[in-house]
């Protein structure tokens, strides 16, 4: 299967779970607010660090497209993703991990839980990914409170203080949130990314956090 079809497949798959996870939630106030567009669609060139062989100091390249390591293509878009990713993750897991303690139904515990183990497993990869390539886990330009579903502290500090059914209320509706901004920023990289992997990962990752929405919905906690 060439490299076309797959991520046509790919960016076809993600737009019908999607279309899918629409109908499944209600949308909650702050959900009809406009969602911020992600900096891994932003048009203008990211700088790319390329690695000097030894010997060598390493060049800073608005290029298009690099090759890493491994003979494999990727670009800015890709970078971007990944880093911001990173940051996205790791905010869905410290809410996950806040279940546990507080959370008042258990198969949301549970939901938690698989939450948490999932993102963490991503998390690792895309830390590798991006010392694979000699590029930083994160980058100073890069706004994290307008990253597609981002919560902020004050919501954070809402949900950190709440217990019980109260909890649960809140994890629902801002996990939710969470995950329809992270499959955003999977449908801004399927249109511009090239790395193949990379993309089929943001995909999958996607049609997984469909299923948890549908899985958090079926709770009836909201």
């Known amino acids: 299967m060439n490299r076309r079809h797959t991520r046509s497949r790919a960016a076809v798959a993600l737009a019908a779970v999607a279309a899918a996870g629409i109908a499944l939630t209600a949308c909650s106030a702050e959900d009809k607010e406009p969602v911020a567009q992600s900096s891994a669609?932003?048009?203008?060139?990211?700088?790319?660090?390329?690695?000097?062989?030894?010997?060598?100091?390493?060049?800073?390249?608005?290029?298009?497209?690099?090759?890493?390591p491994d003979g494999t293509a990727y670009n800015s878009i890709d970078v971007a993703y990944v880093q911001m990713m990173i940051a996205h993750?790791?905010?869905?897991?410290?809410?996950?991990?806040?279940?546990?303690?507080?959370a008042g139904n258990s198969a949301l515990k549970r939901l938690a839980e698989r939450i948490s183990v999932g993102q963490k497993l991503e998390v690792d990869y895309l830390?590798?990914?991006?010392?694979?390539?000699?590029?930083?886990?994160?980058?100073?330009?890069?706004?994290h409170s307008t990253m597609p579903g981002g919560q902020s502290p004050e919501k954070i500090a809402?949900?950190?203080?709440?217990?019980?059914?109260?909890?649960?209320?809140?994890?629902?509706?801002?996990?939710?949130?969470?995950?329809?901004?992270?499959q955003q920023m999977a449908g801004d990289l399927l249109k511009?990314?090239?790395d193949e992997r990379l993309s089929e990962l943001a995909n999958e990752s996607a049609v997984?956090?469909?299923s948890e929405i549908r899985r958090m919905a079926e709770l009836g906690l909201s």
Not at 41 to 68: F, M, T, W, Y
Not at 89 to 99: C, G, K, P, S
Not at 158 to 182: P, S
């Open 41 to 68: 669609a932003s048009s203008s060139p990211i700088p790319v660090l390329l690695p000097g062989r030894p010997g060598e100091s390493a060049v800073v390249s608005d290029s298009d497209q690099v090759k890493a």
């Open 89 to 102: 993750h790791d905010q869905a897991v410290a809410m996950a991990d806040l279940a546990p303690g507080r």
């Open 127 to 143: 830390k590798s990914w991006l010392k694979d390539r000699n590029q930083p886990k994160s980058d100073p330009s890069h706004d």
């Open 158 to 182: 809402a949900l950190t203080a709440a217990t019980g059914a109260g909890f649960d209320r809140l994890f629902v509706a801002m996990m939710t949130e969470h995950h329809k901004g992270a």
């Open 192 to 194: 511009s990314g090239v």
């Open 208 to 210: 997984e956090q469909i």
